[in-house]
T-cell receptor, first 110, second 115 residues
């Protein structure tokens, strides 16, 4: 079955630096990959989607890369702010459901 | 901006009781989903629903679970006889279309606690 691994359970980054989160997947070749943000006690909020034929996607301070050879996506937040502190979920779409990774808890330290 | 809403936000029930979780998807969306998240674990797919039918369900979605669209706006998840292990956050989601790249919009969740 498909497996999604996110690099660490928690990541501490100093405010103003770039945070980089990793998502690796196995046993699947997704047509695209998504990143969501989840705050404590809340539902996931869609951030970015990248397709298999796209190497990179940007949205404001967010950047996602997708390497289908390595089966890996990197999620970057530049000029990080304390308000960026949340859990970030990598997700693959399979038919009409989404398969989520466990997430990485990001703490931006002031 | 339109959003998915869910009620109640919290539900406490005794083991063996039936619960109904309610969702109002975004109005022009045609596809509806339920996910759950046990505390500290990942968000897991339960079921997808389109055109008044279940289109896909996971192994978690056994005979204790059912979904319904009783009217033009609500989408419900019923758990017939709750078990302790059903305690989790339950998220409803909806999407306009289905398929590659179609974004699902999630509600705020219902926190279910089974005692």
């Amino acid at each position: 079955s498909q497996k999604i691994e996110q690099n660490s359970e928690a990541l501490n980054i100093q405010e103003g630096k770039t945070a980089t989160l990793t998502c690796n997947y196995t046993n699947y070749s997704p047509a695209y990959l998504q990143w969501y943000r989840q705050d404590p006690g809340r539902g996931p909020v869609f951030l970015l989607l990248i397709r298999e034929n796209e190497k990179e996607k940007r949205k404001e301070r967010l950047k996602v890369t997708f390497d289908t050879t390595l089966k890996q996506s990197l999620f970057h937040i530049t000029a990080s702010q304390p308000a960026d502190s949340a859990t970030y979920l990598c997700a693959l779409d399979r038919d009409d459901k989404i398969i989520f990774g466990k997430g990485t808890r990001l703490h931006i330290l002031p | 901006e339109p959003e998915v809403t869910q009620t109640p936000s919290h539900q406490v029930t005794q083991m063996g009781q039936e619960v109904i979780l309610r969702c109002v998807p975004i109005s022009n969306h045609l596809y509806f989903y339920w996910y759950r998240q046990i505390l500290g674990q990942k968000v897991e797919f339960l079921v997808s629903f389109y055109n008044n039918e279940i289109s896909e369900k996971s192994e978690i979605f056994d005979d204790q679970f059912s979904v319904e669209r009783p009217d033009g706006s609500n989408f419900t998840l019923k758990i017939r006889s709750t078990k302790l292990e059903d305690s989790a956050m339950y998220f409803c989601a909806s999407s306009e279309l289905v398929g590659v790249g179609e974004t699902q919009y999630f509600g705020p969740g219902t926190r279910l606690l089974v005692l």
